[in-house]
């Protein structure tokens, strides 16, 4: 049986142990609370792990890019929300096809989206379900109020071809409170207008472990939950010992007592620091702090650590947001502890359209 | 002929007649300040352009990768500097292969580094040139002192298999001078110890325009200048017009007045900032601030854009750093003006090891 230690590096590492952990402790939580699981398949972009995560419970999965979807139903599986505008004549064509194969559901927040799934899908004989995305104080895409929302709906539900299905938002941080009572007025404009939604779908790792309080929610988004990472840990998530996913580095120098070089930059680990200090926790040197990148080069600061590292050695990484990083690398080795037990491509990576 | 605005977004477009102006600016710079170049070839992992690069006067190429080294061997490019510690037995064996085939020159900044050389290459029969890495000022990789420069050229020089070849540095932004007097310093060392360097390798598109200066140096090793950037353009190297590179994205939502929402986040644009504001420069609407990424969404602050985008409106964007947008697109798009004339895919992408 090969270790990790025989791999060549930078390399990913996803221990299926903690996988399986992850999945079973969200979907307990769930099942617990009467929530229902549409994961988003970002974080791992794996059909094996998307198919895991419908064993389990999950009600369907969550993509972003057309492109993520198209590999998601090549594997067999048939229902897939797609929470992004889609716009354009290539991606509309690519969506229809989509859609005779498997069931997808899309959002809008514009005349103009909506307008142009309505051509697309008029004469088709395929019925398109679209929620109206909400900007339940994310500050990114969606409608500002519950009246524009309900004004959404009404277009859609007068559009040829189209079905309107819901709401979504993806709440920010610590809002997940607001972004409830946001939807609860939005429902209740809905149903006196007749036209009552039936998904309400909100997300997001961070508020997991709190999604049974989402009273106006229908089902719930978490992407993150099946890696975890520095962020989600600092968030309280989760804790280092249950981040499923990290990145096997070599130390390349040491040229000074307090300075290591690693052979994971922005290349394998990305510039995201989502606020934190440093870009990621080496598991076996938690007090050294990876200070800076370039795009092949991580240089760690060793000051506040008394142990250092020796060129050659090997550490892994816990990243600071693990979504991207899976982004990098054309391929992911599982292992179970020390152990290298397979690998697999990563067969959403780079699906940007 | 396809126009650019049918095509699908995100996509990268690359100019080709603005590539052909950059490289020839730069080789003529070259050629009249006696400066030999040795192009980095991460900024766009090309194949073809790499050849195109030789073609016009460059004495070899820089790779960081050994993956990204194999591709270019492939393609039939045989003088490759590889200025990277190779360290562990699975990357020393892909070395001793590359090195069978091409002419390959590494570098080594510590005795781990150049007694795994030496062990690889003793009984090959292959002779292996390595440089010392210098840390003239960038703080990151390199022996800290023209003395340990010697110490480090003298063990290149006493081990079996290998050739002490020359100095490498990459000096920090604006330690152009600072680096050519480290290294002249070193120079004279190793000539006084009878150990003469035959290459001095420093490089840097910032400083490109001023290489004629690196008195101490014998080849310059550019990277970005092919394709420029925002950062590029703020140092000086290049206008806004010279950029070669640009990510089409589309305009997929207008929530408010002033927030534009582009299908471009941080994986087509990276997070990285190199300290600029915003995450890129968009070419219509150039008071536009894109404000935050996340993975799929770009969030533009139009406050001081008096035009604004409607949504499904195209726009160009040129980003703060071009070299890690071209490692998370497969393919990229050639365009001269707004006329597709071809693809090519980016051959050496993802090649982390």
Redesign the interface.
């Known amino acids: 049986m090969t270790k990790i230690h025989e791999?060549?590096?930078?390399?990913v590492l996803v221990d299926l142990d903690r996988v399986e952990a992850n999945l079973k402790r969200a979907q307990d939580y769930a099942n617990a609370h009467g929530v229902k699981l549409r994961p988003h398949i970002?974080t791992h972009k794996l059909p094996q792990f998307a198919k895991r995560q419908m064993e389990l419970g999950a009600i369907g999965i969550t993509c972003?890019?057309i492109g993520e979807a198209e590999v998601m139903a090549d594997a067999g599986i048939t229902d897939i929300f797609l929470p992004?505008?889609i716009?354009?004549a290539?991606?509309l064509k690519r969506l229809l096809a989509l859609a005779r194969r498997a069931s997808i559901k899309v959002i809008a927040?514009?005349v103009?989206?909506i307008d142009?799934y309505s051509k697309t899908f008029a004469a088709s004989g395929v019925i398109l379900p679209v929620l109206v995305e909400c900007?339940t104080g994310g500050?990114?895409?969606?409608?500002?109020t519950p009246e524009q929302a309900l004004a959404l709906a009404k277009h859609i539900a007068g559009s040829e071809g189209l079905r309107f299905a819901g709401l979504m938002t993806y709440p920010a941080k610590g809002m997940a409170a607001q972004a409830n009572a946001w939807l609860e007025r939005a429902t209740a404009l809905l149903k006196d207008a007749g036209l009552p939604p039936e998904t309400v779908s909100t997300g997001g790792t961070p508020d997991l472990w709190r999604s049974g309080e989402n009273r106006a929610a229908t089902e719930y988004r978490p992407g993150t939950y099946i890696y975890l990472d520095r962020f989600q840990v600092q968030e309280g998530v989760g804790s280092f010992e249950d981040c499923a996913l990290t990145v096997l580095a070599?130390v390349?120098?040491?040229?000074?007592d307090n300075?290591a070089?690693l052979?994971t930059g922005?290349?394998?680990l990305?510039?995201?620091?989502l606020g934190l200090q440093g870009f990621g926790r080496i598991v076996e040197y938690p007090d050294a702090v990876i200070a800076s990148l370039?795009?092949?080069?991580g240089?760690v600061d060793l000051t506040n650590s008394k142990a250092k590292p020796?060129?050659?050695e090997m550490v892994r990484i816990i990243p600071n947001h693990v979504?991207?990083v899976t982004?990098?690398?054309?391929e992911v080795t599982f292992v179970r502890g020390d152990e290298v037990v397979g690998t697999a491509a990563v067969a959403a990576r780079?699906k940007?359209?």
Request: glycine share 8%; net charge negative.
């Open positions: 791999l060549d590096t930078p390399i970002k972003q890019k992004y505008n716009l354009g290539p991606k927040d514009s103009t989206t142009g900007d500050g990114r895409v969606g409608v500002q070599t390349v120098s040491r040229p000074t300075r070089v052979d922005s290349k394998s990305t510039s995201d620091t370039s795009e092949e080069h240089v020796e060129v050659s979504c991207p982004n990098l690398f054309d780079g940007v359209a």
